[in-house]
């Protein structure tokens, strides 16, 4: 089954078992939440490969919230499950695609570190802003995690940024995590963890940094060192413009760890391709027009989503992920149609 309909079908499943859910968080009835959640997270093992977990928010709202991390094929997912979320829902619940910043479980949430109680005012927070990169390089101390496992401090420091400045900053601003062990008392900005996402959106609005709405739309470009090495489709590559390089880095190795994991949750990576219209930069461009316009067509019927793609020497390529392989097919037999020129499909990973 295709990612589109296992998602409708979790959808019809979670609203025959809404009124126990709402009445469990309601009444405090932890263990009956947890009963439920974990036949919710079973399903969602074959959609998202990720977990969702809930809560009555501050704004009286019980919410939902996905936690892909930093898995773009849990993205892809999560992000069809907000899109494709039941209209009736919306009238009591907030679903999140990804862990947002400053939630009720974020403020309440208390460490066991050691015998130690720790809480977000404990981790204390350096930074330094990257101008080049955009993005900030941060130092953390919490006295807490002195002599605790390197692989556990960095998990626990991992998920507390999470937890307070969401997921999407997270991918989007940090660009380098230290965990120091004295406080870095020559810093020139700092700041306690509950009040670094307030840091952040400051910096944003005076460096007029570009604002992101979800991990999905950050765009990165890669120009390739080595000269193309074939006419063939893909070894013809000059330059990379990705929502998701950890995909880009597996197809350039020929290795297709993420193709497999996205096939066996029902959807399907791949990219349309057309030949070149126009010298590099008219082309570029018109390619990314083109994206535009696709992913306008066929994300709003939950079909695909476009992730950016690449220019070469004889192609131009928009990346896809398809949730629907064959309504996928009928909307690009419509778009040829509609186009002057021919444009193909090809997956990443042949059978």
Request: net charge negative.
């Given at each position: ?47 998202c490969a ?20 930093s ?32 939630t ?17 005012t ?58 120091i ?77 993420m ?21 590099d ?58 186009l ?12």
């Amino acid at each position: 089954m295709y990612m589109k309909h296992r998602v409708l079908n979790f959808w019809r499943y979670f609203l025959l078992n809404k009124e126990e859910l709402e009445n469990d968080i309601k009444n405090g009835n932890h263990h009956e939440v947890t009963h439920i959640l974990n036949d919710f997270n079973e399903k969602l093992k074959t959609i998202c490969a990720c977990s969702m977990e809930v809560e009555m928010s501050d704004t009286g709202f019980y919410e939902m919230t996905f936690t892909p991390q930093s898995n773009k094929n849990a993205q892809f997912a999560t992000a069809l499950l907000k899109k494709d979320a039941p209209k009736q829902l919306s009238e009591d619940w907030i679903i999140n695609a990804v862990r947002p910043p400053l939630t009720v479980r974020a403020m309440n949430t208390i460490l066991k570190i050691k015998d130690k109680e720790v809480r977000g005012t404990d981790f204390h927070i350096y930074y330094i802003l990257d101008e080049v990169s955009k993005m900030i390089n941060i130092k953390v101390y919490c006295e807490a995690l002195k002599d605790v496992d390197e692989n556990r401090k960095e998990s626990i420091v991992a998920y507390m940024l999470e937890l307070f400045i969401g997921e999407l900053e997270f991918e989007a601003r940090i660009a380098r995590v230290e965990i120091i062990d004295e406080p870095d008392q020559d810093a020139e900005n700092f700041c306690l963890l509950p009040n670094f996402y307030e840091d952040i959106c400051d910096i944003i609005v005076d460096e007029e940094w570009v604002e992101y709405h979800d991990p999905l739309s950050i765009y990165m470009a890669y120009k390739l060192d080595e000269k193309p090495i074939s006419e063939t489709l893909r070894k013809d590559m000059k330059l990379i413009v990705t929502t998701n390089p950890q995909l880009q880095e597996e197809v350039l190795n020929d290795t297709y760890d993420m193709c497999k994991d996205f096939s066996f949750c029902g959807g399907e990576y791949g990219y349309l391709y057309y030949e070149k219209l126009y010298e590099d930069e008219k082309e570029a461009l018109v390619r990314q027009q083109l994206e535009k316009e696709t992913n306008e067509l066929l994300y709003d019927m939950s079909i695909a989503r476009t992730m950016g793609g690449a220019i070469g020497i004889y192609y131009s390529y928009i990346d896809i992920a398809v949730f629907d392989k064959d309504a996928f097919k009928i909307a690009l037999e419509k778009l040829n149609e509609k186009l002057s020129f021919k444009i193909y499909y090809q997956p990443f990973l042949k059978k």
